[in-house]
């Protein structure tokens, strides 16, 4: 069956695979970063007895059989439904008759990919239809997720669902009717059907008509993995909210130094955390690693961990995918060559991320939930206090090794923290104890 099916498509598809393909010159919808490209297969048809009645469109092609024979069967599906309806019509000279299908890949991570489907038919009608669908596949099992792959089938996540895409509508009166959203959004499986998990949350796309008219066209609301931590599977919690399952049998608690080393200050500081059998995380800015040789090979002797803070301390916010690649690379091979080790950390530089590039780095992107602003108070007690009281389990501390206030504060930090039962630990260690699942796909403040 299956086969007779593709025959059939293949036959009738003007075919035309990777190279072949014209360059895509449909419209272009939001870019996102791309982790592979693949191929096309093109449908293009007329419909027999209805010249001027034209099929066009494209199909990608992963090179996964199982996600091109669902998305052959559905595409042909599609054509095969249009072709009925359009030679049930009586042919007329000039009446519109037509369907154009594009796609675009959503991702989720390098393996998790969306493909996001437009079509637009138009027969006869005052202006033609919009359908849209969406299909997620992870690219390695070949399997499609479905919502409830997503979500917690013990929750009533439909009715969050439900709740928050009208919440996310309001934010943006013009584009829905509030009559018609309470209607399109009432809690059913196939009013959520047109979905995509994105790195940030949950997109959900709705066609015309579903909760605005026409005119308004197709509206679309992002859904943060946060806001629906409560309905969620864990491994779509974000990370700070996941649960290891494992019970927690210590405090565990990270320092972290961003900018350094400093010919002084971190020997002094190095001298403190080894005399307290201490071990920190250092993020390092790839152009200063060579004139630092000697302290950097001391971290790594000491056991101390050692993270990406770029090449050149540049802020990562407005720039492409491809110019971050490149930053962080240069700062990778600086660091290697002194170290003999990748980092596998990265700290963007004032905390300045986008957020839909961390599936792509290959890193994790490490922020801070403790940050007592040590350039702003050159000031041990005060430093000390307000780490002190604001330290929690699974904390990231964010000082400057370059600061003779901030050294003197780390240590009598930890003297304090370690009588309140804290244990110090890199953010790899941490990451180690606290994450069933330590991908580097992920970014964090702290950790649970
Ligand atoms: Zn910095």
């Not at 939001?30 to 297969?41: K, L, M």
């Not at 594009?102 to 009608?125: A, R, S």
């Amino acid at each position: 069956m299956r086969k007779r099916r593709m025959f059939m498509a293949l036959a009738l598809a003007g075919l035309c695979f990777l190279t072949a393909c014209a360059a895509p010159e449909d419209v272009k919808m939001n870019a996102q970063p791309q982790t592979r490209q693949f191929g096309e297969i093109a449908i293009s048809s007329l419909v027999e007895g209805q010249p001027g009645c034209e099929i066009s469109g494209k199909i990608p092609l992963t090179g996964v059989e199982a996600v091109d024979n669902t998305l052959m069967q559905w595409a042909m599906g599609q054509v095969d439904a249009f072709k009925q309806q359009a030679g049930d019509l009586p042919t007329m000279a000039g009446a519109p008759c037509s369907l154009t299908m594009e796609y675009q890949p959503i991702w989720y991570n390098t393996d998790t990919v969306t493909f996001y489907f437009k079509q637009y038919q138009d027969l006869l009608g005052a202006h033609g239809a919009y359908l849209l669908d969406t299909f997620t596949f992870n690219l390695e099992s070949g399997q499609q997720t479905t919502l409830q792959d997503i979500f917690d089938p013990n929750t009533d996540y439909l009715a969050t669902l439900s709740k928050l895409a009208l919440q996310k509508l309001r934010e943006q009166p013009e584009s829905y009717d509030e009559y018609m959203a309470s209607v399109g959004l009432t809690p059913k499986e196939e009013n959520f059907a047109v979905f995509a998990p994105e790195p940030e949350g949950l997109r959900l796309f709705f066609s015309p008509y579903q909760v605005a008219p026409w005119a308004y066209g197709m509206p679309e609301v992002l859904i943060g993995w946060d806001e629906l931590q409560n309905v969620l599977r864990a491994q779509y919690l974000p990370v700070e909210l996941r649960l290891t399952g494992s019970p927690k049998e210590e405090k565990l608690i990270a320092l972290t130094f961003d900018d350094g080393p400093h010919p002084t200050n971190t020997v002094k500081l190095l001298d403190g955390l080894k005399k307290r059998d201490v071990r920190c995380t250092f993020f390092l800015v790839g152009e200063r690693a060579q004139e630092q040789k000697e302290l950097i090979g001391r971290m790594v002797a000491e056991g101390h961990s050692i993270g990406n803070h770029t090449y050149s301390h540049r802020g990562l916010n407005g720039l492409s995918l491809s110019q971050v690649q490149e930053e962080l690379n240069k700062a990778d091979e600086a660091i290697e060559a002194v170290t003999g080790q990748k980092p596998k950390l990265l700290r963007p530089p004032f905390g300045f991320w986008e957020e839909e590039y961390t599936p792509f780095i290959g890193k994790s992107v490490v922020f801070w939930s403790i940050d007592p602003d040590d350039w702003g108070h050159r000031n041990t007690s005060y430093l000390v206090k307000h780490i002190v009281k604001n330290a929690h389990d699974g904390d990231i501390i964010l000082l400057h090794d370059m600061l003779p206030t901030s050294v003197d504060a780390a240590l009598q930090v930890i003297d304090q923290l370690q009588k309140d039962g804290f244990t110090f630990v890199t953010v790899d260690e941490l990451m180690e104890k606290r994450l069933a699942d330590a991908n580097p796909s992920q970014s964090f403040r702290k950790l649970p």
